[in-house]
């Protein structure tokens, strides 16, 4: 359950940071019970794109490991601190962009299922240094017992399988201090549904 909670943790630290489809994998995976492959897909990502990680997060990493004195995770580069957020976000999006509704309507029809409380809805533009693109950004908000993971899993599926969308999705829990990703985000996303 540490490990669990440690992951967890360290996917909402790298949002933003990864690509996008990465962060993805290594959620889905470590919730599907493939934590093998989850690290190789996390450490080998940020070595080979040259993501840099703080001394608090290699000692994170360390402690979800079977090897915590991996080659791969000494292969990832080392940072001072948490570099600043690359997107901007905002309540509105560019009228070219694409509509959100249908999107809105699957989240929330199975957001409360999950534990969720909230969710809310900002357009991301990247800045200098962005791994991904302009796109729509979901932020689910919970109960302090629901498994991140696995909502993340949920959600994120039932949008591919509905709408062919792979919008990011991140869930957190309501209350808690936010990694300045997710912060940025919320601060400025337009809540679309309630419980």
């Not at 967890?8 to 990864?18: E, I, P, Q, S, V």
């Not at 109960?143 to 709408?163: D, I, K, P, Q």
């Amino acid at each position: 359950m540490k490990t669990y909670a440690a992951v967890t943790d360290l996917c909402a630290r790298l949002a933003g940071r990864l690509e996008d489809d990465t962060l993805r994998s290594v959620r889905e995976d470590y919730f599907g019970g493939e934590p093998a492959q989850a690290e190789a897909t996390l450490l080998l990502s940020m070595a080979y794109e040259n993501i840099g990680i703080t001394a608090e997060e290699r000692e994170l990493i360390a402690t979800t490991l079977d090897d915590p004195d991996s080659p791969d995770l000494a292969a990832v580069p080392s940072i001072d601190e948490v570099p600043p957020v690359a997107y901007r976000f905002s309540a509105v999006a560019p009228p070219n962009a694409a509509d959100p509704a249908k999107a809105d309507v699957v989240l929330s029809a199975d957001a409360a299922r999950h534990g969720g409380r909230r969710l809310r809805r900002a357009w991301r533009e990247p800045l200098d240094g962005a791994r991904d693109g302009a796109k729509w950004v979901y932020v689910l908000q919970t109960t302090e017992n629901a498994n991140l993971l696995g909502a993340f899993a949920g959600l994120s599926g039932r949008l591919w399988v509905v709408l062919k969308e792979k919008w990011p999705l991140e869930v957190v829990v309501e209350g808690r201090l936010l990694p300045p990703y997710q912060a940025a985000a919320v601060t400025v996303a337009p809540q679309v549904w309630s419980i």
